[in-house]
């Protein structure tokens, strides 16, 4: 059945490409954005179809993000500062951008008699996780992140939303997610750099973090199976693939498909930055017990992303 | 050691306890409150005290609070809008005075060079928990109530902030907190009711919800026991007593202390409200096992609570 769904964060790497695939199913798309780190171009295909209607606003605006939310069916809420690394450069920013604009999507919800939402939470809120891979029911974890904190605060909000009003959410715990338009993060970094100087590459941390990337396509249809089939007031899963490899690996994997061979140097420390985890696991039972696996592998994502960027570099020059 | 202390909510009903406290120990107190529920006159002894500065100010005010922080040692942040009940009517009352406000704290605190935070957050972050009682590691919790959510957004920015900024903090979960200078909750509202009435008392839900209460003193006794001796990076404590009674047996206490009895009026339900818990009951041996333990039980905390007010029934006009 077609629906109306508002996709906020629309001209981002996840967002863009969610709004393709519902456009491409036959569903009607509002989509939001406020161009901070979202690319226009990446609404090219979209902008094609009669029923994608595009709101350049900003979610800090509560009274025009009301507006936009007119008519709408469900909610699906990615927009977010979505960079955890310079938290502590900008502390506000977390705050803002993830905790008081989800608390402005959950008003505009309400005032347009919108009940259900999806939301991208992170990995990030299980802090340093004990147990490993983390269930979603991990013991009360200790936040280690701005980001992690705020995405728990959006997520704390979101269920009591739930309570409070009668909302239905589904909430998404990912761990990194790779592929095409991807916009930020280390196979960004590490290829912007290998571009200007493919002999060497500065790693931080001592590259032996261990991290577990999800393909981008693999993580929608997470998102749009667990809206479908999962019936509980608050439903939370998180979402990865069953295995991780080093920042080295991923190295390895970009440098073969560019055909380069840098030399490495590493700031040292089992941390990237602070506040980065040197594990992020994702226990994913909850999800796959729906019917859901990834399809593409920790590597191929990489690949695939490597050459997305070879094919596009106009990004790179698009987040200098 | 004297020490200069930032109390936020001074005029409130613990941060009025904790300032005397302070004083009488020979410690130096700036007190912060912008008297939305405070009350002047619980500061009448502080006011006395040469050591004692009050500033009324609002923690929405960042640069207000930055100057109020100048000098001080340590912050116990207390001010937070304290009633979950009414959640559902302003849902903008907890994001704004708990989530925010405590960010401008933090802030405040980065930019006077502070790094020794207590904050009160609440058993009501478990949700509905499903072990009991709750330890403080319980599994992660979906939250219920907007305030729930709000504490629970606090305390992820204070750890995190621990993290990027080498602050230290102590966070207390307290069930229900009685004693001299309450002035919400049930056993204000019954008063207040037989005060009216004698004969007759409406109670919210079955009377059969089960709560624990910790008394004032025993409270603040834990507060600098844990900020004295607790030295990790983050160190959570439950606080609570060992015992719990339903609302109807604090009902009992009540009467018996007024001499009355009323007929009792129930709304039904097995929760007086939306986000109400039926059960909140916390595993309080990590504190305890610092050397604190409760000194007055759930009855005489009740007892104390009713003979305050009727000693000092201004309070209830105050909150009228």
Chains 1, 2 share one sequence.
């Not at 990995?123 to 728990?152: C, H, M, N, R, W």
């Not at 991780?244 to 840098?262: K, R």
Request: glycine share 10%.
């Amino acid at each position: 059945m077609s629906k109306h769904y508002i996709i906020t964060g629309c001209a981002g790497f996840i967002g863009s490409q969610l709004v393709d695939r519902l456009l491409a199913t036959g569903h009607r798309v509002t989509g939001i954005d406020n161009f901070s780190t979202g690319q226009r171009r990446f609404l090219e295909g979209a902008l094609s179809f009669p029923n994608f209607h595009l709101c350049e606003i900003d979610l800090l605006d509560a009274a025009a993000t009301q507006a936009a939310f007119k008519g709408g069916d469900c909610v699906v809420h990615l927009a977010a500062n979505a960079d955890v690394r310079f938290g502590p450069s900008h502390p506000g920013r977390d705050l803002h951008q993830n905790t008081i604009a989800t608390f402005n999507v959950l008003e505009a919800m309400r005032a347009q008699k919108i009940q259900r939402i999806a939301f991208s939470s992170t990995g990030s809120v299980y802090g340093e996780a004990q147990i490993i891979p983390t269930p979603e029911d991990a013991p009360f974890p200790v936040q280690t992140s701005l980001y992690g904190a705020s995405k728990l605060a959006c997520e704390g909000m979101i269920a009591a939303y739930c309570e409070a009003y009668g909302f239905q959410s589904w909430i998404y715990r990912f761990v990194s997610i790779l592929g095409e338009r991807y916009t930020h993060g280390h196979v960004f970094d590490f290829y912007r750099q290998l571009k200007t100087d493919p002999t060497n590459l500065r790693i931080l941390g001592d590259g032996r973090q261990r991290k577990s990337y999800l393909y981008v396509q693999d993580c929608i249809d997470a998102i749009l199976l667990g809206m479908n089939k999962a019936t509980e007031k608050v439903n939370i899963f998180n979402l990865g693939v069953d295995d991780y490899c080093e920042v080295n690996d991923s190295i390895d994997w970009i440098c073969n498909t560019l055909g380069v061979q840098p030399t490495r140097h590493y700031t040292g420390g089992s941390r990237g930055w602070v506040g980065d985890n040197p594990f992020i696991y994702l226990d994913t039972q909850r999800i796959r017990a729906l019917g859901w696996s990834p399809s593409i592998s920790i590597s191929l994502g990489v690949i695939r992303t490597v050459e997305f960027l070879r094919a596009n570099e106009w990004v790179l020059e698009s987040r200098l």
